[in-house]
């Protein structure tokens, strides 16, 4: 079942934040971020893991609440190279990643 | 390291006609699947391995059929292509465990069946 992921859009001026949600209905033990420019793959920003750890991006931060099976994705001080569509992918340890349908972010000067 | 690489980049079928999606990695990596994405869809997980010999079904497996013959290569094949089956398709892979470690992402292969 995918995760749900909000807003499904998002439009910045540079130097704005934002804040990209990603909820599961099943106990989670990852969460993954994503982001995909137009005509390209999916390129790896993030992972959370339960428990705690964090690995991935320097500039980019995150959020993973365990009890409530929801992470949160962090851009701040938003620069153009941010605009993509974001994909949150959600693991429950054993079973492929299950990708949420994407958060599409466009920063404008 | 080439990383994952995937041929075709695109690719035109009637419908009827089968086709293979190739798919290999140098990374030494277990663990390989493949996605479709249509519009407003995100990534849906199709088959994936992990391991050579090792197969299963994931969301969407209906008129795709694979095979994991080494470590290497991941070929996912459309049986008899259908309309439905235009998309977009990425090969996947990672080291090991599901969640663990990230998904490096093939560039890939764009098909339209007409």
């Known amino acids: 079942q995918q995760p749900v992921q909000s807003p499904q859009a998002v439009i910045l001026r540079e130097g704005e934040d934002a804040v990209i949600n990603c909820s599961s209905s099943k106990a989670l033990y990852s969460v993954h971020w994503y982001r995909q420019k137009h005509g390209e793959a999916p390129v790896f920003l993030m992972i959370?893991?339960?428990?705690?750890e964090q690995k991935g991006h320097e500039k980019i931060s995150a959020s993973f609440n365990e009890k409530k099976q929801q992470s949160s994705l962090y851009l701040t001080a938003s620069q153009l190279s941010y605009s993509g569509t974001y994909f949150c992918g959600t693991g429950t340890g054993n079973t492929p990643l299950v990708f949420g349908k994407g958060t599409r972010l466009s920063v404008i000067a | 390291n080439a990383g994952v690489t995937q041929t075709p980049k695109f690719q035109v079928l009637k419908t009827g006609q089968s086709m293979t999606l190739q798919c290999a990695q140098d990374m030494n990596h277990e663990y390989m699947s493949w996605y479709r994405q249509d519009p407003g869809m995100g990534l849906r997980l199709i088959h994936y391995?992990?391991?050579?010999?090792?197969?299963d079904q994931g969301e969407v497996p209906n008129g795709y059929n694979v095979s994991r013959s080494t470590t290497e290569d991941f070929p996912l094949r459309l049986l008899s292509a259908a309309p439905s089956q235009t998309s977009v398709y990425f090969c996947?892979?990672?080291?090991?465990?599901?969640?663990?470690?990230?998904?490096?992402f093939g560039p890939g292969t764009r098909l339209t069946v007409t």
């Open positions: 959370l893991l339960k428990g705690g």
């Open positions: 391995s992990v391991g050579a010999g090792i197969t």
């Open positions: 996947a892979s990672s080291y090991s465990t599901w969640g663990d470690y990230e998904q490096y």
